[in-house]
């Protein structure tokens, strides 16, 4: 079974600052990864996925199959970046594409 | 584009009543829909897949026969909670996909439901 797991429940940083937000995940085959974010109020939604490869407002994600890692990154955090972030996995092989989600990161950019 | 939307957005109903959850992809067909549970400042958990035509796909642990599961047409999946009991409250969230569930998943704002 596979899993994803985000270590930190909060990220607290200054407007400016780097920002790279964990996720690691456990998976026997080959993984297709998502970050998922999900501002106050609003629904969730795809920020980026990996095999896209592709910068979405600022952040990147690479995945690191030795460390088993896809931590999102961002070399200047803005204020509107605060939200929730979902690291989720969706295993090859299956028929639907479901995902596993991590328990999220809160990242809260301070002015 | 790729607009989903869930109804009602917020349920209140009394022990043992059931209720009927709406999801609705507004302009695109969805081939796949999937069903998720989240528990306050707790992550997503996946339900159950929906396949436009045929017989829902549950995951361990869930109970099908509580959680009733339709996706009739292209574009509406129904979730109904039998029987429900306060454990039942919880935030449901709804996302679709339009390629057999391998395409990007576009997520419903949710239904909160509170039983009491």
């Known amino acids: 079974a596979q899993r994803v797991t985000q270590p930190e429940k909060l990220l607290s940083v200054f407007k400016g600052a780097p920002v790279e937000l964990k996720c690691n995940y456990s998976y026997s085959g080959s993984p297709e990864l998502f970050w998922y974010v999900q501002y106050s109020r609003q629904r969730l939604q795809l920020l980026l996925r990996h095999i896209s490869r592709e910068s979405i407002k600022g952040f990147t994600a690479d995945l690191n199959k030795g460390e088993t890692s896809f931590h999102l990154k961002k070399p200047f955090a803005q204020e509107e970046d605060s939200a929730m972030y979902y690291c989720?996995?969706?295993?090859?092989?299956?028929?639907?594409?479901?995902?596993?989600f991590g328990q999220g990161t809160i990242l809260t950019v301070h002015p | 584009g790729a607009v989903v939307s869930q109804h009602p957005s917020w349920v209140i109903c009394k022990s043992g009543t059931s209720v009927k959850i709406e999801c609705r992809s507004l302009d695109f067909q969805a081939t796949t829909m999937f069903w998720y549970r989240q528990f306050p400042k707790q992550s997503l958990m996946l339900m159950a897949t929906s396949n436009e035509g045929s017989k829902a796909t549950y995951e361990q642990g869930v109970e099908k026969d509580k959680f009733l599961i339709n996706h009739a047409s292209l574009t509406l999946s129904t979730l109904t909670v039998t029987s429900a009991h306060p454990e039942d409250s919880s935030f449901y969230i709804c996302?679709?996909?339009?390629?057999?569930?391998?395409?990007?998943?576009?997520f419903g704002p949710g239904t909160r439901l509170t039983v009491l």
């Open positions: 989720a996995l969706s295993a090859h092989g299956t028929s639907y594409g479901k995902l596993t």
């Open positions: 996302s679709a996909s339009n390629n057999a569930g391998t395409d990007t998943q576009y």
